[in-house]
């Protein structure tokens, strides 16, 4: 069996809304240290949902198909809706990835958490603080 699905394949091939959005509403940037990839993730929102959202992925393929995998999912999403969005939610729309590739879905999750969070801190809105908790950590 193939490591990688076709999916995978194709999203790390041609990937979906890569770039940056200069006047974004919200900016996430996470970093794996143990295999040093980064991800930034930038949000447009208008009201509630999400009207673009643009990434720049420095890291591994995986990373990069779960960046492009993850933006298609919260786009035209509520923020309530992207906020649900779980890493595993994002490996299973590709077709899985192996299991040591699961922690660059996880920089996906996270980022956009983190841009959304941006979007709170800058808009001076009030939030659960454990909807954050744990993010940015390092993890394995
Ligand atoms: Fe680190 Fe994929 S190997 S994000």
Do not use: Q, W
Not at 2 to 29: C, Q, T, W
Not at 62 to 74: L, N, R, Y
Not at 108 to 122: G, R
């Amino acid at each position: 069996m193939a490591l990688y699905s076709g999916k995978v394949m194709d999203h790390f091939r041609n990937p979906r809304n890569v770039g940056v959005i200069e006047d974004a509403d919200g900016i996430g940037e996470v970093g794996n240290p143990v295999c040093g990839d980064i991800m930034k993730i930038y949000l447009k929102i208008d009201g509630d949902i999400i009207s673009d959202v643009k990434f720049e992925t420095f890291g591994c393929g995986s990373a990069i198909a779960s960046s492009s995998m993850a933006t298609e999912m919260i786009k035209g999403r509520s923020i309530s809706e992207a906020l649900e969005l779980t890493n595993k939610a994002v490996a299973e729309a590709l077709d899985g990835l192996p299991a040591h590739k699961m922690h660059c879905s996880v920089l996906a999750e996270e980022a956009i958490k983190l841009a959304l969070k941006d979007y709170y801190d800058k808009n001076g809105i009030s939030y659960d603080e454990s909807l954050f908790a744990g993010i940015g950590e390092d993890e394995e």
